[in-house]
């Protein structure tokens, strides 16, 4: 698949993230023309300035990596992250909300839409499929549609599952055109990373990237 490097998101989430891992991801992304990376809250002002004026998303996580935050916090996280320079916030959806059947999900997804959009960023939400039946994929993908959202992500990687082929062909079935999906969690390989675009995917979200563009390198 040509220009599949346009589709990932570099992505280092893990507790031990250093500055020197900041600083490698953002040469990573110039060198291999990656459509942006992913790192956490904290690291958000120095990737900006690492990656100055070049053509790189600058994305970080809200409400990581359970969601379950008030939503007066997960607002605060998303001001600073812009302040910071973020230029796309990941946000994961309160599940436990969610399965409780409680309004305040959706209504939680509006405000923040209101507020990225408002400053010309943009949306992604988490919904954990692994934490999800098939008919509760559809019901999140629904709400997040209504909500306002960009993106809709499969997985923060910090669950039992990440990313699958059905879960994404699943979304786009019942996602409309201008919702995007991310895939994210588990995704290692250059096939991969093919079979989930080909299923409807967007992004991929991936630690791996280096290591697809060395097998498509090895041909």
């Known amino acids: ?14 507790p031990a993230i250093t500055a020197n891992d900041v600083d490698l991801l953002v040469r990573q992304a110039a060198d291999n023309s990656f459509l942006g990376i992913c790192v956490p809250p904290f690291w958000v002002k120095r990737a900006s300035r690492e990656i100055g004026k070049r053509d790189i998303q600058l994305v970080t996580v809200i409400g990581f990596p359970l969601g379950y935050n008030m939503t007066e916090t997960k607002i605060h996280e998303i001001e600073l992250a812009i302040r910071d320079g973020a230029d ?10 969610f399965k409780t059947g409680l309004p305040w999900t959706k209504i939680e997804l509006a405000k923040c839409s209101k507020l990225i959009h408002d400053e010309y960023k943009l949306l992604k939400v988490i919904i954990e ?9 559809k019901k999140a993908c629904l709400m997040c549609a209504d909500a306002g959202v960009d993106y809709v992500k499969t ?19 019942v996602l409309p055109s201008n919702v995007g999906i991310k895939a ?10 093919v079979e989930l675009i080909n299923a409807g995917a ?3 979200g991936t630690s791996s990237g280096i290591e697809i563009m060395s097998e498509i390198a090895k041909g």
Request: proline residues 0%; hydrophobic residues 35%; without cysteine.
């Open 1 to 14: 698949m040509k220009n599949i490097n346009r589709f990932i998101e570099q992505t280092n989430l893990k």
């Open 88 to 97: 796309e916030l990941d946000i994961v959806m309160n599940v436990s909300s």
């Open 129 to 137: 499929t692994a934490h999800l039946s098939k008919e509760e994929i």
């Open 155 to 173: 997985s923060t990687g910090f669950a039992g599952k990440g990313a699958e082929v059905e879960d994404i062909r699943l979304m786009r079935e």
């Open 184 to 193: 994210s969690g588990g995704i290692k390989t250059y096939q991969q990373a």
């Open 202 to 204: 967007d992004r991929i």
